[in-house]
């Protein structure tokens, strides 16, 4: 039996609801429903994002994706109800408020896609920098003054010429996850730098019950062309040394046995009209080398 004081409580709050109101039931049903449709799930923080860019992003991809904000208690709900795999994982990072995204498309793909969606704002007290924010060297239009103390406490070298001041060399001031402070925020709009990166970022993604980080997902497109190029090369390099024939490592081949028995044409003293000059070259550089041993010996040239 409820205790006297838990009935005045319970009177104090009123009857309970059984059901969510109409908005929220109707949410609850369509993340319930695109979460068996779709294969893939993204989380994306709603931190400095314009509403022009979550418009311009619907529009692009309009039939790849669906995106939507829910409480996250409710999102919850409706990931359970579907049968999300490997719910607890995933809903229990969910936190902030939160863009849903339901597609099929790869989140490696996604995640270029908003990266180039990115746009570039000014600094403001208490921003966390994106990447590492330099002050590029060079003359800044500003005229010395007080302004001089903001450069000094940012570690920005400065020299005053034709009454402005120059930055003396490229300066990283913010690496990425530090908060800008407020001196450096005014430095760095005076400067007309926008240095934070705003829009949608990937916070986390399941998809077809593999839970991805954001760490995870992050690609450097640049980093990883490098490394595709690099390993091309070496396979290349590779299959020429073992003489494995292929359309690309033919006239690799062909080139390296060309320079091979000129080589050794140079040396034989082997003459033709295509081994004439490197033969000659070769007894010039023998010949050249045999003087300066002579002159090592005691002998003079007449």
Same mark, same amino acid.
């Given at each position: ?5 838990? #009935?005045?409580?319970?009177? /104090? ?6 059901? @969510? ?16 449709? &779709? ?21 692009? +991809? ?7 904000? =829910? ?9 359970? %109800? ?7 994982? +995933?809903?229990?990072?969910? *936190?902030?408020?939160? !863009?849903?995204? +339901?597609?099929?498309?790869? $989140?490696?793909?996604? &995640? #270029? ?8 704002? $000014? =600094? ?41 001041? &120059?930055?003396?060399? *490229? ?10 402070? $407020? ?10 730098? /926008? ?15 593999? #839970? ?11 980093? @990883? ?13 590779? =299959?020429?040394? !073992?003489? @494995? ?5 033919? $006239? ?13 044409? !140079?040396?034989?003293? &082997?003459?033709? /009209? ?7 070259? +070769?007894?010039?550089?023998?010949? %050249? ?5 002579? /002159? ?7």
């Amino acid at each position: 039996m409820p205790s006297k004081q838990q #009935l005045v409580a319970q009177e /104090k709050r009123g009857p309970q609801r059984s059901t @969510y109101p109409q908005k929220k039931e109707k949410i609850l049903s369509r993340v319930e429903s695109l979460t068996t449709q &779709y294969n893939t799930i993204i989380v994306s923080k709603l931190f400095k994002v314009r509403a022009s860019q979550l418009m311009l992003l619907r529009k692009n +991809f309009r039939g790849e994706l669906i995106m939507l904000v =829910a409480k996250n208690k409710i999102a919850s709900i409706a990931m359970r %109800k579907a049968g999300l795999e490997s719910a607890d994982e +995933f809903l229990s990072r969910l *936190d902030g408020q939160n !863009a849903l995204i +339901f597609t099929n498309m790869s $989140p490696f793909k996604l &995640y #270029l896609v908003l990266e180039k969606s990115k746009v570039n704002l $000014p =600094a403001r007290a208490g921003d966390i920098a994106t990447d590492d924010i330099v002050v590029p060297a060079g003359n800044t239009g500003i005229p010395p003054g007080p302004v001089l103390s903001e450069f000094k406490e940012a570690n920005v070298q400065t020299r005053i010429e034709s009454g402005s001041i &120059y930055v003396s060399r *490229d300066s990283v001031v913010a690496r990425p996850g530090e908060t800008i402070s $407020p001196k450096l925020a005014g430095l760095l709009s005076r400067l007309n730098l /926008k240095p934070i990166k705003a829009g949608l970022s990937i916070f986390m993604a399941q998809s077809s019950g593999l #839970l991805l980080l954001q760490k995870d997902i992050a690609i450097d497109l640049n980093q @990883y062309t490098a490394d595709v190029l690099r390993a091309v090369s070496e396979a290349l390099g590779l =299959a020429v040394e !073992a003489s @494995y024939i292929t359309k690309e490592t033919l $006239p690799l081949m062909i080139t390296k046995a060309e320079r091979g028995a000129i080589g050794v044409a !140079a040396r034989s003293g &082997y003459l033709t /009209k295509d081994t004439a000059g490197p033969v000659i070259g +070769f007894a010039a550089s023998q010949a %050249k080398a045999l003087l300066e041993l002579a /002159k090592q010996k005691g002998y003079q040239s007449a």
